[in-house]
């Protein structure tokens, strides 16, 4: 006769399971897509007043492309209510102008 590993009970090979795939929960401070970062640090920036920025300067500030910027921004322009922003100017890069509403 060989020697058997006795079975697992099915509790222990879920538990064994659901470890080895377990995903870190998201830190509840962070944003979580590129859209709501870009808008939270818009929000701390415009908190003074106005706002006036190019992509480029900001790209590294919000970990993200000016070309990512570029195309959130717009987004950003339909979807949030609390800022106000307007492409301001075009020298060399867009430059966007943010004011807070509310």
Partial sequence: MSATTPPRSTDESL???????EEPEPNSTEPRSKEERLAMYLRERAEAGD?????????????????????????????VEDLSIERWSYTGATTWRVERTA
Wanted: hydrophobic share 45%; proline share 0%; glycine share 2%.
């Fill in 15 to 21: 538990s064994n399971a659901a470890a080895s795939n």
């Fill in 51 to 79: 706002m006036y920025f190019k992509s480029k300067f900001i790209a590294d500030d919000v970990n993200l492309s000016s070309k990512e910027i570029g195309a959130l921004i717009v987004k950003l322009q339909e979807s």
